[in-house]
């Protein structure tokens, strides 16, 4: 049996931009998004803080050191700039995996510069 554990999240990140002419998805900055274990293209969890919005999409790659955190295309519309959001991605694990199970958790100030890792 496998279970759906936490990978990794990003969490009380500052939403810096919302772009409804993109196709759709959300820009991190790569910082971040190495930080927390996301690659390119990867589905993410996006779950706002400010209007209690939960939604899925794929993520591109920012601008390292930027805090780019722009939601793009209909995500755009779940989102206003400034509001805070926890970015989540998830993976499968045989139920021996989960034993010794820890997820990357990236924490980051009201920039989104990284102010620690667990």
Known sequence: MQ???????IHRVRVTDANLSYEGSVTIDSL??????IVPFEQVHIYNIHNGERFSTYVLRGEAGSG????NGAAARKVAKDDLV???SYIGLDDEECQDY???????????KITRTT
Not at 32 to 37: K, Q, S, V, Y
Not at 68 to 71: D, E, F, K, S
Not at 102 to 112: G, L
């Open 86 to 88: 926890i970015i989540c």
């Open 68 to 71: 780019v955190i722009c939601l």
């Open 3 to 9: 279970r759906k554990m936490l990978k990794s999240k």
């Open 102 to 112: 820890e997820a990357h958790n990236v924490y980051v100030d009201e920039n989104n």
């Open 32 to 37: 971040l998004m190495e930080a927390a274990n």
